[in-house]
């Protein structure tokens, strides 16, 4: 069975600190995929990347930037000179590639930046 | 592009009541996925569709839940009857398919009293 676990259940930041929020996943397939989706104060779930298993690349989108190393199961997301805009709670979640696959979502991280 | 449609945002019932939801996915995709959120919990699947057909139903409270996706392109769940613990926001989300990321749409909040 796959799962999600995220150790750090709240956060909080003074604005411009860099935050990093773990992410570490167990599953027996070798082909699945990782995600990350935030869910701001309005509650809908907005998409942020996916990963697949097989490419360990690091990833940087503006602010953000992902950490993905099979070696220790993790899937790692860091936001580099935080705002406030940035508060929400931010979901890890992992599915697997065969059919029938059962979508994993993360306890969440509430990260809160203070101005 | 519009984004997954859903109604109605808010709902409340008393227990033994029944619900229903409706949403409509983003035009294309095949998979669409219902979530039930708790409050301060991650979302936990209910059922996947791959266009019409049932792919995963395994966390669907049968006895009270039921889902359908005529056509492959709306679907509606229902519980009938509803307990307290049914209590959450209700999501409906969609994908391409099974491997790409999930579009979700606002949720439908429903209190049971």
Redesign the interface.
Known sequence: AQKVTQAQTEISVVEKEDVTLDCVYETRDTTY?L?W?KQPPS?????LI?R?SFDEQNEISGRYSWNFQKSTSSFNFTITASQVVDSAVY?CAL?V?N??????????TRLSVLP | EAGVAQSPRYKIIEKRQSVAFWCNPISGHATLYWYQQILGQGPKLLIQFQNNGVVDDSQLPKDRFSAERLKGVDSTLKIQPAKLEDSAVYLCASSLDLRHEQYFGPGTRLTVT
Do not use: T
């Open positions: 995929y995600f989706y509650g809908e779930l907005v998409f996916r697949n979901f599915s590639a059919y029938g696959q059962n979508f994993v979502f993360g306890p969440g």
